[in-house]
């Protein structure tokens, strides 16, 4: 009788341990949750809001992002009527100038990004690429920022594109690490743009150093660096086109325990959203299954 006690004492232990380590954050949300963004920028049909909303639960998708804080509120809305998250908000920030972002526009956004967990997702120009001496004035206004959104359980993450002055995600691991704000403050890797702009071709040391500052990560359809840096290549596809290998790239987040939000980079997808978000769930739903069964790492 002791020793059934003692084995249901065990299993009861091991099913809550495997139960706390299986997501990535106190609410029990699933490792890897998919939303797509900028799936409207060059969607023929045009939709709304609600429609775009509406499309996305009928796929299947756990959310989307939504750029600029312009209509943002409207966004979280019309998510929250389809039960979907409203996952990122994309801001502008621009260094040269003496007001570096529309602090009005973003303050007025927050209350309705608290239901969401929304991350406030920085892109930020105004200098030379990766120019460390503006690294001071990034960080003031990062955490100028942050103490915004605190209050509101809205995170920072600083996004790297190219050609702005945020470009690589060594730069955006460099002023996460000076501002100094852990689970307030990290980055997002972005697959494309490590592409076509990262000079370190070692996807592994990448993501390794990003690890302990990574809050989201993006990929897409995409042929491979290579052809991608030379000018060859198409770096934005639905997914299950293009010739990169997408599955080795999940394979290396797996490798550094990385279970937090992926999103899907629609940006210049020229035809129906409907149509090619589909085919790229479709594919998400193969290679999210398949993830497990090969250790290959991607890289040019």
Same mark, same amino acid.
């Given at each position: 009788?002791k020793?059934?006690?003692?084995?249901?004492v065990l299993c009861? #232990?091991?099913?809550?341990?495997?139960?706390?380590?299986?997501?990535?954050?106190?609410?029990?949300?699933?490792?890897?949750?998919?939303?797509?963004?900028?799936?409207?920028?060059?969607d023929?049909?045009?939709? *709304?809001?609600?429609?775009?909303a509406?499309?996305?639960?009928?796929l299947?998708?756990?959310?989307?992002?939504?750029?600029?804080?312009?209509?943002? $509120? *409207?966004r979280?809305e *019309?998510? %929250?009527?389809?039960?979907?998250?409203?996952?990122?908000?994309?801001?502008?920030v621009?260094?040269?100038?003496?007001?570096?972002f529309?602090?009005?526009?973003v303050?007025?956004?927050l209350?309705?990004?608290?239901?969401?967990?929304?991350q406030?997702?920085?892109?930020?120009?105004?200098?030379?690429r990766?120019d460390?001496?503006?690294?001071?004035?990034?960080?003031?206004?990062?955490?100028?920022?942050?103490?915004m959104?605190?209050d509101?359980?809205?995170?920072i993450?600083?996004?790297?594109?190219?050609g702005?002055?945020?470009?690589?995600?060594?730069?955006a691991?460099r002023i996460a690490?000076?501002?100094?704000?852990?689970?307030?403050?990290?980055?997002m #890797?972005?697959?494309?743009h490590?592409?076509?702009?990262?000079?370190?071709?070692?996807?592994?040391?990448v993501? +390794?150093?990003?690890?302990p500052?990574?809050?989201?990560?993006?990929?897409?359809?995409?042929?491979?660096? +290579?052809?991608?840096?030379s000018?060859?290549?198409?770096?934005?596809?639905?997914?299950?086109?293009?010739s990169? $290998?997408i599955?080795?790239?999940?394979?290396?987040l797996q490798?550094?325990?990385y279970?937090?939000?992926?999103?899907?980079?629609?940006?210049?997808?020229r035809? $129906?959203?409907?149509k090619?978000?589909?085919q %790229?769930i479709?594919?998400?739903?193969?290679?999210?299954?398949? %993830?497990?069964? %090969?250790?290959r790492?991607a890289g040019?």
């Amino acid at each position: 009788m002791k020793q059934t006690n003692w084995l249901l004492v065990l299993c009861l #232990f091991v099913g809550l341990s495997c139960q706390a380590s299986a997501s990535p954050d106190d609410e029990g949300e699933a490792a890897w949750p998919f939303f797509a963004f900028c799936m409207d920028t060059h969607d023929t049909k045009k939709r *709304t809001l609600p429609q775009q909303a509406e499309m996305l639960k009928e796929l299947g998708y756990a959310g989307c992002g939504h750029l600029w804080p312009n209509k943002a $509120d *409207t966004r979280a809305e *019309t998510l %929250s009527n389809a039960k979907l998250r409203l996952f990122q908000v994309y801001v502008r920030v621009n260094l040269a100038k003496p007001k570096p972002f529309d602090k009005k526009a973003v303050a007025e956004i927050l209350p309705a990004l608290k239901p969401h967990k929304t991350q406030l997702t920085l892109l930020i120009t105004g200098g030379k690429r990766s120019d460390n001496q503006l690294d001071d004035k990034a960080v003031v206004v990062v955490k100028r920022i942050a103490d915004m959104t605190k209050d509101y359980n809205v995170k920072i993450a600083l996004y790297p594109h190219t050609g702005d002055w945020l470009e690589t995600s060594g730069d955006a691991v460099r002023i996460a690490k000076k501002v100094n704000r852990p689970g307030e403050v990290g980055t997002m #890797f972005n697959l494309c743009h490590w592409m076509k702009a990262d000079p370190n071709r070692n996807l592994r040391a990448v993501l +390794k150093e990003a690890q302990p500052w990574l809050m989201a990560v993006s990929l897409s359809g995409s042929d491979t660096p +290579k052809e991608v840096r030379s000018g060859k290549g198409n770096w934005i596809q639905p997914l299950g086109h293009g010739s990169y $290998d997408i599955s080795a790239f999940l394979n290396a987040l797996q490798a550094i325990n990385y279970s937090g939000p992926v999103g899907l980079q629609c940006w210049g997808i020229r035809s $129906d959203a409907g149509k090619h978000l589909k085919q %790229s769930i479709e594919t998400w739903n193969v290679l999210r299954a398949n %993830s497990k069964s %090969s250790n290959r790492v991607a890289g040019d």
